[in-house]
């Protein structure tokens, strides 16, 4: 069974960052392509970005594109996700996904495992 743990979130003025982890109980060396999605209330969980095995292969949603970085330290088994000038259109709680395939995919339902998430609040 796979664990994903989600932290790093938190409040946060309009324009600033915050750096979430997600530690997994398993080696992300393997083929796991690893994604971040966000929910916010009353709305559809949305992607983010993911990442695939080997780091060298990255997608964004179109609104965190040049803002949000994803990377992954495979000897850690940890993938993080820098999010810098923050909007408050970014609230939302953030979930860690991990797929067992080399694709790099944009669909929540690619993912086999879940992370608990992390709350993320961007004020104006």
């Known amino acids: 069974q796979v664990q994903l743990v989600e932290s790093g979130g938190g409040l946060v003025q309009a324009g600033g960052s915050l750096r979430l982890s997600c530690a997994a109980s398993?080696?992300?060396?393997?083929?796991?392509?690893m994604g971040w999605f966000r929910q916010a209330p009353g709305k559809e969980r949305e992607f983010v970005a993911a990442?695939?095995?080997?780091?060298?292969?990255?997608s964004y949603t179109d609104s965190v594109k040049g803002r949000f970085t994803i990377s992954r330290d495979n000897a850690k088994n940890t993938v993080y996700l820098q999010m810098n000038s923050l909007k408050p259109e970014d609230t939302a709680v953030y979930y860690c996904?991990?797929?067992?395939?080399?694709?790099?995919?944009?669909?929540?339902?690619?993912?086999?495992?879940w992370g608990q998430g992390t709350q993320v609040t961007v004020s104006s």
């Open positions: 996904a991990a797929d067992r395939g080399m694709v790099v995919a944009t669909i929540p339902q690619r993912y086999d495992y």
């Open positions: 398993i080696r992300t060396s393997g083929v796991y392509t």
């Open positions: 990442i695939n095995w080997s780091g060298d292969r990255t």
